[in-house]
Nanobody
């Protein structure tokens, strides 16, 4: 049975860094594209970043380009989101999602493209 589990959230000061991890278990991991989404209170869920099955394609929201980096380690069934230069606007619950329908070299930052979701991890950026 497929399970998605996020970890690595927490409280960080503005300008700081965090690394989120997403483990996708119970399946052959390299068949799945993976994405990170976030949702702040009172706001809609937004796509942050995604990575294709092959790892050759990554996409980022404009708001995080140059600050966040997504990567995957297929041997560990894990996708990472390295977040640098964090600011208070990055405060949200971060969700990881996985899906196998996408082409090998494609990924999309839209929630409707993902069937499997984790429970989320809270990221708070505050002084």
């Amino acid at each position: 049975q497929l399970q998605v589990a996020e970890s690595g959230g927490g409280l960080v000061q503005p300008g700081g860094s965090l690394r989120l991890s997403c483990v996708v278990s119970g399946v052959t991991f390299y068949y799945y594209a993976v994405a990170w989404f976030r949702q702040a209170p009172g706001k809609e869920r937004e796509g942050v970043s995604c990575i294709s099955k092959s790892g050759s394609t990554t996409n980022y929201a404009d708001s995080v380009k140059g600050r966040f980096t997504i990567s995957r380690d297929n041997a560990k069934n894990t996708v990472y989101l390295q977040m640098n230069s964090l600011n208070p606007e990055d405060t949200a619950v971060y969700y990881c999602a996985a899906d196998r329908r996408q082409w090998s070299n494609a990924c999309y930052n839209t929630p409707g493209n993902y069937d499997y979701w984790g429970q989320g991890t809270q990221v708070t950026v505050s002084s």
